[in-house]
């Protein structure tokens, strides 16, 4: 039995497809297969269940994939243990985002970190909450970023800021008159929100209640877009309104006269946004100098009048 034929394994239990777990593991098929059954054989039974169609874990085979696992990451973890006695901020970081905040938070992130720790890379990665949890449980990533509530056994989180939410519309718009908008009159017009899936979207829908409320939804929605940043073009070009995170609305590039902003009436609804990694992490002055850099270069501040 090798840590090889254990990564094998836990690899075609997540991706169910020999092809699809032998690409991530950078091997052939066949050799894949041959290590696999290779272990099946040592242990005197089967962990999978192969089908023209599928490949599904066996019960026994569910047990195996996940004490699999945990050997895995304790591989790992004595890899990392190694370097503790090294520079923590030598080696490479691993970081997830949500979709809403990494595009906004990373081109101010990056260069923030290169002037702390230069001999740091960072990977980073923008996918679902519940992707990044799957992958920071999984020690594909080594942190990640997400907007609370967030729960996991064993990680750790530490809240980094809150951002509040704010209207974005076309320039012409007659609610450019207001100082403020009440989150009630969003529930008479044209608003413009994320696909299902995004947390943010949950958020907004949360901060205006009767936007949920049985097929309602669909009336006072003009589209579902997969990122804030068309929703912003869509804005833009009249489409209608939207509330978005004031960092996805600070970093607009458009010339004056196009969109105005306005924040919500008090109280203004907003998310807090959170760091989240392994307890057993072993480098925890990475996460620190993360941490605080995410602080110094988050551009969730008080919204403009205008934009």
């Known amino acids: 039995m090798t840590l090889t034929e254990l990564r094998y394994i836990v690899t075609l239990a997540q991706e169910q497809h020999f092809g699809r777990a032998a690409e991530r593991c950078h091997v052939s098929q066949p050799t894949l ?17 192969r089908s023209k169609s599928a490949v599904r874990t066996t019960p026994v085979g569910e ?15 004595i890899r990392e ?24 938070l990373f081109p101010h992130l990056i260069p923030q970190l290169h002037r702390v720790a230069p001999q740091m890379p960072l990977y980073i990665e923008e996918n679902f909450t519940h992707v990044l949890r799957d992958k920071l449980r999984n ?3 080594d942190a990640i970023i997400i907007a609370l509530p967030f ?15 704010t209207v974005l519309m076309p320039a012409n718009h007659p609610w450019t008159a207001k100082t403020s908008i009440d989150s009630a009159l969003l529930n008479d017009k044209s608003l413009l929100l994320l696909g299902e899936g995004h947390c943010f979207r949950d958020q907004v829908l949360e901060a205006c209640p009767t936007l949920g409320k049985g097929s309602d939804i669909n009336k006072h929605t003009t589209v579902e877009s997969s990122s804030l940043e068309t929703i912003r073009h869509m804005v833009a070009s009249g489409l209608g309104i939207s ?8 970093s607009h590039h458009y010339a004056p006269g196009v969109i105005a902003v306005r924040p919500l009436t008090p109280p203004v609804p907003f998310r807090t946004v959170a760091i989240a990694w392994r307890a057993s992490f072993p480098r925890p002055k990475a996460i620190d100098v993360l941490a605080d850099s995410i ?12 934009a």
Do not use: H, W
Not at 63 to 77: H, N, R, W
Not at 151 to 165: C, I, R
Not at 295 to 306: E, T
């Open 295 to 306: 602080r110094l270069c988050s551009v969730a501040r008080a919204p403009q009048p205008d």
């Open 243 to 250: 509330v978005l995170p004031l960092s996805a609305v600070d």
């Open 151 to 165: 729960q996991e056994a064993d990680v750790l989180t530490k809240v980094l800021y809150d951002e509040p939410f």
């Open 63 to 77: 047990g195996i994939v996940a004490q699999a696992q945990k050997v895995l990451e304790s591989a790992q973890g």
């Open 139 to 141: 020690g594909e990533l």
């Open 81 to 104: 243990l190694a370097q503790v006695g090294k520079n923590q901020l030598a080696a490479p970081l691993r970081v997830g985002a949500i979709y809403t905040v990494g595009p906004y």
């Open 33 to 49: 297969s041959v290590g696999v059954k290779k272990l099946e054989d040592e242990l005197g039974v089967m962990i999978f269940e």
